[in-house]
């Protein structure tokens, strides 16, 4: 089994919203979520988001329709220091990527703007079981908010105080 196409919708379903179970749709712009640290939340603000170099699914950046799997991240950092990004992503074409895929690190060069892992997959390598995307251009993406933050109220006000810097989005600063 090599997975399946997601079916384009033709954008005729604007502001539909899927729960991380459902099938993303193609074209479609979504809201997900990026887990950070506070000085990457700041440089991301600042000057974008820069792809990964590698991972489960490649190149690109990581982001999930789940918030659970964003405040996760990252892995190794200290719960105090890590920030969730609200985003807008314009997914464009995307590619479901399963367990053995043959195109789970070249899917962009077929063409496919995102590749998608569904919740619950059974994939040892997504042992939370919550939803991944890896979105290959990063302009497709555009932070809008702070989903979350940590306890640490003077961290979340400068990661806020920056996001009005660069009027890049409201800032409704959530802790916990």
């Given at each position: 089994?090599w ?6 919708d033709?954008g005729?379903?604007?502001g539909v ?6 099938s993303?749709?193609?074209r479609?712009?979504?809201k997900?979520y990026?887990g ?7 440089l ?5 988001f820069k792809p990964?170099?590698?991972g489960?699914l490649?190149?690109?950046?990581y ?5 659970k ?16 990004l609200?985003?807008?992503v314009?997914?464009g074409?995307?590619?479901r990527?399963?367990k053995?895929?043959h ?6 060069e077929?063409g496919y ?8 997959c ?12 890896c ?6 993406i555009?932070?809008v908010?702070?989903a979350?933050?940590s306890?640490?109220?003077s ?7 920056c ?7 409201t ?6």
């Amino acid at each position: 089994y090599w997975g399946w196409e997601v079916v384009d919708d033709g954008g005729s379903n604007p502001g539909v919203v899927l729960q991380p179970t459902q099938s993303p749709q193609n074209r479609g712009v979504y809201k997900m979520y990026h887990g950070t640290t506070i000085a990457n939340a700041r440089l991301i603000v600042a000057n974008g988001f820069k792809p990964s170099s590698g991972g489960l699914l490649g190149k690109g950046v990581y982001v999930s329709r789940d918030k659970k799997k964003a405040t996760r991240y990252p892995l190794k950092s200290d719960a105090s220091d890590r920030v969730v990004l609200k985003l807008k992503v314009r997914v464009g074409r995307v590619k479901r990527i399963d367990k053995n895929h043959h195109l789970q690190y070249t899917w962009n060069e077929h063409g496919y703007d995102t590749a998608w892992v569904p919740a619950n997959c059974g994939w040892d390598a997504v042992p939370s079981g919550l939803e991944e995307d890896c979105v290959f251009d990063p302009k497709r993406i555009k932070v809008v908010d702070i989903a979350k933050a940590s306890g640490n109220v003077s961290s979340s006000f400068l990661v806020c105080k920056c996001l009005r810097r660069y009027q890049l989005a409201t800032c409704t600063t959530v802790s916990g």
